[in-house]
């Protein structure tokens, strides 16, 4: 069972950065694609962003241009930089490892305990 453990939330103004960090740990895996998605207060979860096993990301519209998720394979570790953060992006973020692979065989989703980002104006 692969679990993950997220890092880096916290209280920021508005325009300032943040980066988030969720670590995946467990028996012998390989990720295959892992994403953050966050929920708003009131708000259904949305997704955020994604990176593949190749590198290749997508990005929500509304965070396109502003973050930008990448990855460490030997860590294990996938990173969400937020730049010029807005009251709007508040919201707590979570890490979902969608697919990995392990003893011959694919599983997923996981998901992390959240991080809570709060932007002040």
């Known amino acids: 069972q692969v679990q993950l453990v997220e890092s880096g939330g916290g209280l920021i103004q508005a325009w300032g950065s943040l980066r988030l960090s969720c670590e995946a740990s467990?028996?012998?895996?390989?990720?295959?694609?892992m994403g953050w998605y966050r929920q708003a207060p009131g708000k259904e979860r949305e997704f955020v962003a994604r990176?593949?096993?190749?590198?290749?990301?997508s990005y929500a519209d509304s965070v396109k241009g502003r973050f930008t998720i990448s990855r460490d394979n030997a860590k294990n570790t996938v990173y969400l930089q937020m730049n010029s953060l807005k009251p709007e992006d508040t919201a707590i973020y979570s890490c979902?490892?969608?697919?990995?692979?392990?003893?011959?065989?694919?599983?997923?989703?996981?998901w992390g305990q959240g991080a809570q980002v709060t932007v002040s104006t």
């Open positions: 979902n490892l969608g697919t990995y692979w392990s003893g011959g065989d694919y599983y997923g989703p996981v």
């Open positions: 990176i593949s096993e190749s590198g290749g990301t």
């Open positions: 467990g028996r012998t895996f390989i990720i295959v694609d």
